[in-house]
């Protein structure tokens, strides 16, 4: 089985878990953590490698692109993913142009299935 070790960015439990319950569903055994703010999360990618970064954006005084921008500062190289029920066109542009990988909305949250077997196969391919 492929292991895959998750930084979730989300403010709700639930919605992290259904995260993790897609990602399992693609034939993944994983190592998870749920962050809610941007200290939180630097000291998470500061203790721990990370194999890829899934935001919510909808979160009390945090959203994705501040998320997308600490993950610049410490580490482009992790794919990051906005989850999310509604991001506006000129958040979605500003997260790609700064290396956001994709974008999933709650309702379509099958589809982070594909993504990260794709990811996932890029990785182990050696392809940057």
Known sequence: MKHISVLIVED????????????????FTVNHIRV??????????????WD??????????FDALKALEIRNIFDRDIPF????????????ITAMDNGCNAYITKENLM??????????????????
Not at 37 to 44: F, P, R, T
Not at 111 to 128: A, H
């Open 36 to 49: 809610v703010n941007g200290k939180i999360m630097l000291e998470a990618l500061q203790e721990s490698k």
């Open 12 to 27: 709700s439990i639930y919605a992290a878990d259904l995260n993790i319950r897609e990602i399992k569903k693609a034939g």
């Open 111 to 128: 589809e982070l299935r594909k993504i990260m077997q794709f990811l996932y196969n890029i990785k182990e391919s050696g392809v940057k």
């Open 52 to 61: 890829i970064i899934l935001s919510d954006n909808s979160m009390p005084n």
């Open 81 to 92: 993913i906005i989850v999310s029920e509604y991001v506006s066109d000129k958040d979605i």
